[in-house]
C-alpha cells in the first residue's frame, strides 16, 4: 500500500516562503517521477512541479525561479519550496507519485 503525506502548508503573508514535504511509504521515491500539483477554490487542478527518475525537472511557467521541487532518498521525501509566496499561488497543494498515488493535500494561503 503506498501512502503519500503531505506537510508544511499554513497561512504566509505575500513575500514569505513555505517548505511542503511529502512523506512515501510503501514505495521508494527514488524510482520513477513525483510531483506537485494544486487546486485553487472553484479552479481546475493545475500541474506545478515534476521531478523525474533521472533529476529533469518542469515548472509552472508562473513559478519558475520561485518554487523548487527536491527529493531525499534516504528519508524517501519529496519537497516543495516555495519563495516569494504570491496571493494566487493560494490553493491546496497535492504531490503525487508516478501520477498514480497522490497524497491527501496540505493547504496554502498567502495573504496580500
Known amino acids: 500500500q503506498v501512502q503519500l503525506v503531505e506537510s508544511g502548508g499554513g497561512l504566509v503573508q505575500a513575500g514569505g516562503s513555505l517548505r511542503l514535504s511529502c512523506a512515501a511509504s510503501g514505495s521508494t521515491i527514488s524510482i520513477g517521477a513525483v510531483g506537485w500539483h494544486r487546486q485553487a477554490p472553484g479552479k481546475q487542478r493545475e500541474f506545478v512541479a515534476l521531478l523525474s527518475s533521472t533529476g529533469i525537472t518542469n515548472y509552472l511557467d508562473s513559478v519558475k525561479g520561485r518554487f523548487t521541487i527536491s527529493r531525499d532518498n534516504e528519508k524517501n521525501t519529496v519537497y516543495l519550496q516555495m519563495n516569494s509566496l504570491k496571493p494566487e499561488d493560494t490553493a491546496v497543494y497535492y504531490c503525487?507519485?508516478?501520477?498514480?498515488?497522490w497524497g491527501q493535500g496540505t493547504q496554502v494561503t498567502v495573504s496580500s
Open positions: 503525487h507519485k508516478d501520477w498514480q498515488y
